[in-house]
């Protein structure tokens, strides 16, 4: 079991070496899917986020211990691998339940509402960000912006967008998660307007 923890991946000079957490656990698994995503970089580092994403992909979450591996298969400092992923919100540091839903609570969402939603979602599930439901199966978050300005308020639910968000369409889109794991109402990204002909012949 590795033995670091936080405080251990923010320290700049402590570079990872195998006594301090030599874990195998991604390459074990993912060997031959992490081998061709080395291949496509001719610098290992730019393989960085990839890699997060197979971590997150297995667990849910990156946890410590696959920070200090992807750190040591990129030839990285547990520091660079650690900064990267809390700079991004799509990467969790902990568990979140089998649907994460992230709110973008920027200016453009909150001038239409994401408060307001946000709002319902703790009334219909109970719970605020940063929290999971008791049963595992949502978790809440507010985050930045989501590029989907246009049609807020919005959010994103595991790897799919809802745009235009209704209280109407939430309650279809928690019902439909439960009972079937997906909704129809998943419109991403960019709920833009379909392009008019005279449009569609400009871009041609
Ligand atoms: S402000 Fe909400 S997606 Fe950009």
Request: charged share 25%; proline share 6%.
């Amino acid at each position: 079991m590795c033995s670091v923890n936080a405080r251990s991946l923010e320290r700049p000079d402590r570079r990872l070496d195998k006594g301090v957490c030599g874990g195998t656990v991604l390459k074990d698994k993912y060997g031959k899917e992490i081998d061709e995503i080395l291949s496509r970089y001719p610098v290992k580092r730019s393989a960085l986020i990839p890699l997060l994403y197979v971590a997150q992909r297995d667990q849910g979450y990156v946890s410590e211990a696959v920070m200090q591996e992807i750190a040591r298969l990129l030839g990285l400092t547990p520091p660079q691998v650690y900064e990267t992923v809390t700079f991004y919100t799509m990467f969790n540091l902990k568990p979140v339940g089998k649907f994460h839903i992230q709110v973008c609570k920027s200016l453009m969402c909150a001038l239409v509402g994401s408060d307001t939603m946000i709002g319902w979602i703790k009334t219909k599930l109970g719970i605020a960000p940063g929290e999971s439901t008791t049963d595992g199966l949502f978790t809440l978050s507010a985050v930045e912006c989501l590029a989907a300005c246009g049609t807020g308020p919005m959010m994103q639910i595991n790897e799919d967008y809802y745009e235009q968000v209704t209280e109407d369409k939430l309650d279809r889109i928690l019902a439909d998660l439960r009972s079937t794991g997906t909704s129809a109402l998943k419109s991403g990204p960019f709920l833009w307007p379909e392009p008019t002909p005279a449009e569609r012949a400009r871009e041609a």
